[in-house]
Structures are given as C-alpha cells and as structure tokens.
C-alpha cells in the first residue's frame, strides 16, 4: 500500500471511529432521558411539559434531615430543564420553562411545610433583591398540607413563577429575581443540601 493510499485509511478508520463514539453517546443520552428514574418508590417521569415546551428530567434526588443522628427521608426533589445542566453556576443562569417537583415520603400539615420552607430559605438563599421577603412570603404561603406522596411543583415560565400544590395551581410570581433567589436554594453558595445539589444536576 502507498503512503497515500495508508494515510487515506488511516483517515477513514479514524472517522468511522468518531462516528461510533458520537452514535455511542447519543444512544447513551437517549436511553438514559427515555426511562423514570424511582427513588424510595417514587417514580420521576423522563420527561414534563411546561410553557409548551417538552423538558427533560436533569435529575433526581432524596432530601433527608437528621434528628438525634436519625436520618429522616423528607421528599424526593426532580429537576426538569430543556438541555442538560451539569454545573451549579449553570443552573443558577438557567432561564426557564424549568420545573421542580418535590414529592413528600409522609403526611406534613400546614404548620409544617411553612416551617420547612421557611427554614430552607433563611439557610440558602444567596441571592436577595429588593422586595424579596414580601416575595418569599406569598411564595411560601401558597402551599398548604400534604398527604403521603403529595406533590409540590415549582415551574419557570418566561419571567414567572408558578405554584401548584397538589396538582392545583395556587399563584405566581412575577420577576426574574425571585427565580434566582429559589434557584440559590440548591445552588448557591449554601444548598439545602451538597448531596441533593449533586443528584439534581445527574452528577
């Protein structure tokens, strides 16, 4: 064989090579955004729909609380966006439609889920603005109690938030800078939890 004969092989196998591990990759991707993801027998469906958009689950993940060195498991948290995003930076200048379901692992009253968000926000949140806590407040007062297995869900539409609380749309609001200061919940510089930061962004 001619050197030019070889070197056009060498060129073709080393196509057919970056062919395969393109076509492994994509087969990869798609197998593994095609299946639910179950945690604690809850199961994540692969995909959602918000804003007229299909989305992707990113990622999925069990909140726990430890009291007296006892873990508790809480909710099991997914986080769907349209693209895969892997960073913590990425996420916090993620713009939406996006949407978080939090599906709870027992019954929790009224009392309970104000505190337990409340909580969350005065550990986490990095992000602040103007107008905040007015903002903070009505979010939080939008949720009521849940049943086993209940779901809360927090969708990013354009500059929006939406609430539902148990299927049921409760409010919205409005500001690109409350999206920010929910988003600094998980991943800014103080998440409500390093292991659930991790598990929400596939890592």
Request: hydrophobic share 45%; net charge positive; with cysteine.
């Amino acid at each position: 064989m001619n050197r030019s004969a070889s070197a056009s092989a060498h060129a073709w196998a080393h196509a057919l090579r970056r062919c395969f591990l393109s076509s492994l990759f994509v087969l990869t991707f798609t197998f593994s955004s095609a299946h639910a993801v179950e945690i604690q027998g809850v199961s994540a469906p692969p995909r959602a729909q918000v804003g007229g958009e299909t989305l992707q689950l990113n990622g999925a993940g069990l909140r726990t609380f430890t009291l007296l060195m006892v873990p508790i498991k809480i909710y099991v948290a997914s986080f769907y966006t349209p693209m895969a995003i892997r960073t913590a930076s990425s996420a916090m200048n993620a713009v939406g439609p996006m949407q978080f379901d939090f599906t709870f692992l027992r019954a929790v009253g009224q009392s309970d889920v104000t505190k337990a968000w409340t909580s969350q926000f005065a550990q986490s949140v990095s992000y602040t603005y103007p107008g905040y806590q007015k903002d903070r407040d009505a979010f939080i007062a939008m949720f009521g109690p849940l049943q086993s297995m209940g779901m809360e869900q927090v969708q990013m539409v354009g500059t929006n938030t939406l609430v539902y609380d148990s299927g049921i749309l409760k409010g919205s609001i409005p500001g690109r800078d409350f999206q920010k200061s929910f988003l600094s919940l998980w991943f800014g510089s103080n998440p409500v939890a390093t292991e659930l930061q991790s598990a929400l962004l596939g890592n």
